[in-house]
């Protein structure tokens, strides 16, 4: 039985399959426990199931405990041990200031405080060679101090760990041996930039408290839920990580800051499969969910960055490349001191949740769509979670300002939230070389069909793809991932040419491949499920900042394409060096397709399952609501429209036309007019 759910702000999703057939459920998330909600959702499966009991239960979690803890500074009491004089690189970090003209900006609080932070003497140098030994007395005094100081965790990173990484293990095995939970820059993150090996360190000990009760909590209960049934299955427990890969929860508990991204990473896997299906190769996701909005830029191949910045904090593992602003769902509207109308970051989440939900009363975006008839009168979850229109109406009035009717101000709320959105989108394409205009939209999350169309005809993109299952895509990516772990190595290869550079890299990353076909084999992955990419990071000698290339023998031609699309400009005859070598193992999991749909007449209309009045474009008409479990490969129909389903809303505005592939997907492009682009 393979289960695959992800821990949202507001719902918790749930993707499983029954007898061959994939179904989703959601379930209110419950923050202060996100361990509870997942117990709820596995009760809804066993119900499901009825009395047939599977011998195995293979559970894979999207979460964003990781991510939430750093954003609200709530994870372990930690303390750092650094190389003697370095204890403050957190606090110095890159002496660059974020936000230039903002007078008013104040740095994020570090995770250690200074009397966290502990100076061991030992010094190692550039070239690996040591210059001041770690002493066992000196082992014993840092142990001293840490017994003074009580951490949950510690975090050790030394200068030039990633040369000479003895140091770091003697102490940490000394630690280890002490009960400490331990984090280790050599084990993280074995690459140069200090203040980054050395942040990404401190935040996986910050984590680790956290996560590890997390896990504990989480595989406890997975069990306990197959036991209250009488069932003896077996029960493994995986992880999402920000890179794109799953993870035992053991050892997602020692790594935890390569979760930080963990459901958001699912969607991008989720959209590049449906990209797939529809035959689409260049693409933007655009996830919507309650609480914030995750969008990403796909283009034959998911993207990795190791500059990612979450809560202020540089986190240099690698991980999707994906922007997160606060717009989603449950983002709060208000007026700032100025007057002007304001939608997110705040949300409103599962508890109180938005005014329609019954217990908020604070307007957010689910609210507008709501009293301008964007969901009729049957509720959310095919009726499951009712609404109270009159209710979020009523509070709506109040709060309306110089807004001239409740309609006006839910479309002002609808529009701010949408300019927050495209903001998004634009960094992603346009500001990084990318013409929009190639791109088609792939909308999921419970609110991304509500304002895909919107977002694409404002950024002229070729259209919108709206996936089967979209209010849960997040957990069906994480059901369909691989296993995957990436290993580095810095190795700084300088004034050599590209054939001996490359040989060199080459060796460095045999002893990696060695180290992931251990990994793999550790994790249950036979050789013949094993694969393995091996990338260079390439820069111009002099330059600060690399771009990663595949370690082929034209990777020196590569990087010169590559620096043409990032920055506009590459000269061909300026020497290049390797910086980092890289090795992704991946253990192939099997895969889990979605089926094709019956077939009707192609351009057949669907039937409407009613017809409402609902506000669209500042006019209220009335329009065909479809349920989409009635259509068929080869429906077609014309907007103004609303598609309702279990897991998600959508709007087809007047102007756009949607037709059924041969998946159940839908894709949504404006009808061709003289001199339009249409996809």
């Not at 205009?437 to 404002?458: K, S």
């Not at 957990?475 to 290869?493: E, K, N």
């Not at 500042?618 to 309702?644: D, N, V, W």
Request: glycine share 10%.
């Amino acid at each position: 039985m393979r289960i695959a759910t992800d821990t949202g702000g507001t719902f918790t999703d749930c993707v499983f399959v029954r007898d061959g057939k994939l179904e989703i459920l959601k379930v209110p998330s419950q923050p202060k426990q996100p361990a509870a909600s997942l117990t709820n959702a596995l009760a809804e499966v066993r119900a499901c199931l009825g009395g047939r009991a599977p011998s195995r239960l293979d559970l894979t979690c999207g979460t964003t405990v990781g991510t939430n803890a750093l954003l609200e500074r709530r994870g372990g009491r930690i303390a750092l041990v650094t190389t003697a004089g370095f204890e403050d690189v957190l606090e110095i970090g890159r002496q660059a200031r974020p936000k230039l003209y903002d007078l008013l900006f104040q740095k994020p609080e570090v995770l250690v405080p200074a009397d966290g932070r502990i100076g061991a003497k030992e010094r190692v140098a550039a070239d690996g060679s040591t210059l001041t030994a770690l002493t066992t007395r000196e082992i014993h005094r840092v142990a001293k101090m840490l017994g003074r100081l009580r951490p949950e965790a510690v975090a050790i990173c030394f200068l030039f760990s990633f040369r000479n990484p003895g140091p770091e293990s003697a102490l940490a095995k000394a630690l280890r041996r002490a009960g400490y939970l331990v984090s280790v820059s050599h084990e993280i993150l074995p690459e140069f930039r200090e203040f980054e090996r050395t942040s990404t360190t401190v935040i996986n000990a910050y984590l680790a408290p956290v996560m590890s009760a997390y896990l504990r909590e989480t595989e406890s209960r997975a069990a306990s839920a197959w036991r209250r049934a009488n069932w003896k299955a077996a029960v493994s427990v995986r992880v999402m990580q920000s890179n794109g890969g799953i993870i035992s929860a053991t050892r997602a508990a020692e790594e935890p800051v390569r979760t930080v991204l963990s459901g958001p990473a699912g969607g991008i896997l989720g959209a590049e499969y449906a990209a797939g299906l529809a035959g689409l190769e260049k693409v933007l996701t655009f996830d919507m969910g309650g609480t914030s909005t995750d969008v990403a830029l796909l283009s034959g191949e998911t993207r990795v960055t190791t500059e990612a910045i979450v809560a202020g904090l540089p986190v240099a593992v690698p991980m999707l490349e994906i922007h997160t602003v606060g717009a989603g769902g449950g983002s709060i509207a208000r007026f700032d001191a100025g007057g002007a109308l304001r939608v997110g970051p705040e949300s409103a989440g599962a508890d109180p949740g938005p005014i329609c939900y019954g217990q908020g009363n604070l307007p957010t975006v689910t609210d507008a769509h709501a009293v301008l008839g964007h969901f009729g009168d049957r509720g959310l979850l095919n009726g499951a979670l009712p609404l109270d229109l009159a209710r979020a109406r009523r509070e709506l009035l109040k709060r309306k300002g110089e807004f001239p009717t409740v309609e006006a101000f839910a479309q002002g709320i609808i529009g701010v939230s949408n300019s927050v959105m495209q903001r998004a989108l634009r960094l992603i394409s346009i500001e990084r070389g990318h013409d929009p205009r190639d791109y088609t939209l792939v909308a999921f999350g419970g609110a991304g069909g509500l304002h895909a169309c919107d977002l694409a005809e404002a950024l002229e993109l070729r259209g919108v793809l709206l996936p089967v299952f979209p209010g849960a895509l997040s957990t069906l990516g994480i059901l369909r991932a691989d296993v995957v772990r990436d290993f580095s190595r810095t190795v700084l290869l300088r004034g050599l040419g590209p054939v001996a550079a490359l040989r060199q890299a080459r060796a460095v990353l045999r002893k990696l491949e060695r180290e992931a076909r251990d990994f793999l084999g550790k994790e249950g992955f036979p050789k013949g499920r094993q694969r393995f990419e091996h990338q260079l990071n390439v820069r111009y000698i002099g330059q600060a900042y690399e771009l990663s290339v595949a370690a082929s023998a034209q990777f020196v031609a590569a990087f010169h394409r590559a620096h043409e699309q990032a920055y506009g400009h590459a000269d061909a005859q300026r020497p290049v060096e390797i910086v980092n070598v890289r090795c992704r193992a991946v253990g192939v999991s099997p895969r889990i397709e979605l089926p094709r749909i019956g077939k009707v007449r192609a351009g057949s209309s669907p039937p409407a399952a009613a017809f409402a009045k609902s506000f669209l474009s500042g006019e209220s008409r009335e329009m065909p609501f479809y349920e989409r479990a009635k259509f068929r490969h080869g429906h077609e129909f014309s907007g103004p429209a609303i598609i309702t389903e279990y897991s998600a809303t959508s709007i087809v505005p007047a102007g756009w036309r949607a037709r059924v592939d041969a998946y159940g997907q839908i894709h949504v492009n404006k009808r061709a007019k003289s001199g339009m682009r249409h996809g």
